[in-house]
């Protein structure tokens, strides 16, 4: 018997190899699994199934699974100490990493094309026959520079300090390589088939995948040194792949907004449009575009971390366990929980739901302070809302508010000018309408707002037809695209603490029942 | 109610055009403009502080209460001359450090410290250790009161201090450091005297440092 195992995850793909007996916990959190309780056992959130070998079922894993569950390979993977070899499938990917299945225009090219969307939390890669346009495999994953920061600010502190860029850099790019390999694999492809390579991400994702110096984006004026499309061939970036296809990395548009922004741009043709649109992406940085086919303006605001859950008493990411939804009827509050388990704590777009509900239910004021006095609202068992998350949901709300309301104002328009709201990237995606306009999020009518799923995504796609050689759509698109530096605007700071407060309630419809 | 309480609720409730009058109104009827700030300004601000603490009051309450309270000092300003004049209880340079354009705590700050009667030189954003330096020199202050938002800008404030102590300045002012990235360590860590955790205790803290 050797004295090392080789455990296998699925659906990363992912390899590795620890001493027999050695815990779990740490290994699978290199690879991007999260311990909601700690890694204590007191929760199902780390829960893996055992697909191939064997693991044997521990007491915790019979107090929290029931029966049906290790009977089907499920186990704490905090709890768990791997005898033999073993292939892993993780509940925590469950978690909807937004790809894209949406049909585009394109006219068919020869052989296979790559398309990868590089975001500061979650990578997505597709593989594209490019004479059908027919996606033929996909691979997701944590992005695994996320542990040495969250936000792209965090990000770049690393960077900049020692080493750390390099370091980050080839993370990601094994990271890609990796998921590369897994797409073909998926795919049963011919390698040698694969002509393109295109990456999309924002600024700070460009400069580390590129290799180029953060440090102008660590602070005021926050211009980045290159913004450019990158081009390589695959083996510069260590990447084994027959043919040695070009990989390209969309240019950035200014400031942190980068080429995921451009290339949903071009996903939601805001600039073929003749009526005025935006296109927004709720996320650490929230980023907004507003135009049409003459002029198009885009900005970058700092909205912190409280969409994906962070700084959030009881937040967390929306992985299993998370309450997704809140609703009320009749005054009683019902909650949906990601996964069939019991709710373990709020993302992004349960804490906008709950505050959303709080107002209605008169709980908040609009202000953002809790009425008489109460100090938190227990949403379901062990999940509370504190002030404090109000406050923290206040400041990025706002943030965004204030980014799209100074665009609106630069452009000349007002908000009633704006026929489509597209909602790019996954909070986007969940986040509830209503209670988005509840909270004075996005102010404008549900109709007029439309998740549009992962526009970066898409955008890539759509370039793995009309890059090589020509400009495509890309260069000109990002020529046309404005960015508009919200920080340098002295008048931003006064409308983004004008944008703090909540709307106040709408009158109550004569005859309405609200007991 | 006096007219001093009447100002104090209005400051409070940051209503500052019934502030303005209230303010002008006790002049008429002669109260004396020194005092305003013990009576009416300080206590009105300590009370807005402790909603502050106690997530009571956010960021635009805490602002429009600021903003009542400077149409009051504005309009008793020309009058603290002379014989009238009160001291100022110390004198503050305060800015955001150089890279970082965040002045909405800084101005929080600068704020509540006017209101509890400091002199306020307050050198905007993106400011340079020069800026810096010069100020202290030429306004004689007591106090340097800076601020950082991002983790990436809060080095800057080492290099504060570090010009300070290339100017032989460093033992004549006090600095107090602040801001959302910022901590009790890492204010020890650069030498700062103080470290505020929200605009409250950087009040308190500068009436201690400048005691």
Known sequence: MTSRVRIQLQPLGATFEVERGAPLQDPLFVHGVEFPCGGKGRCKGCRVRVLEGTLPVTPEDAKMLRSEELAAGWRLACQSRAQADLTLELAQWEVPILADESAFEFVPREGLGIAVDLGTTTLVAQLVDRATGHVLSVRSALNAQARYGADVMSRVEFAVAGNGQRRLEQLVRKQIGRMIAGLIAAAQADASRIREVVLVGNSVMHHLFCGIALEPLSHYPFVPAEAGLRAFRASELGWSIPGDPTVRFLPCLGGFVGSDILAGTLAAKLGESEELVALVDLGTNGEIVIGNRRRLLCASTAAGPAFEGARISMGMRASTGAITEVSTELGRVSCRVFGNVSPRGLCGSGLVDAVAAGLDLGLIHPTGRFNHGRQEWLLAPHVALTQNDIRELQLAKAAIAAGIRILLERWGASKADVTRLYLAGAFGNYINRSSALRIGLLDFPIEKVQPAGNTALLGAKIALFSLDGQEGSYAALAGRIQHVPLGADSHFQDVFVDEMGFPAPQPVPIGGNQS | ?211
């Open chain 2, 1 to 211: 109610m006096s007219i001093f309480q009447e100002l104090q609720q209005a400051i409070i409730d940051g209503k500052a055009p019934v502030a303005k009058d209230l303010a002008q109104k006790g002049l008429k009827e002669g109260l004396k403009p020194g005092d305003f700030f013990p009576q009416a300004i300080i206590p009105a601000m300590d009370e807005v502080g402790r909603r502050m603490r106690e997530c009571e009051y956010f960021i635009p309450e805490v602002l429009i209460a600021a903003r009542a309270a400077r149409t009051v000092t504005d309009i008793l300003r020309p009058l603290l001359t002379g014989a009238d004049a009160v001291k100022p209880v110390g004198v503050v340079v305060c800015g955001t450090v150089k890279g970082d354009l965040h002045d909405i705590g800084k101005n929080i700050v600068a704020m509540m410290l006017e209101s509890a009667g400091f002199r306020i030189v307050d050198l905007g954003v993106d400011v340079s250790p020069e800026k810096i330096v010069q100020a202290v020199q030429e306004h004689n202050a007591n106090l340097v009161a800076m601020s950082a938002l991002l983790t990436t800008t809060m080095v800057n404030m080492k290099a504060v201090i570090d010009a300070l102590n290339a100017a032989g300045l460093r033992q004549k002012v006090k600095v107090l450091v602040g801001g959302a990235p910022v901590t009790d360590n890492w204010a020890k860590s650069i030498g700062a005297d103080g470290y505020g955790k929200d605009a409250p205790a950087a009040v308190a803290l500068a009436r201690q440092l400048a005691a």
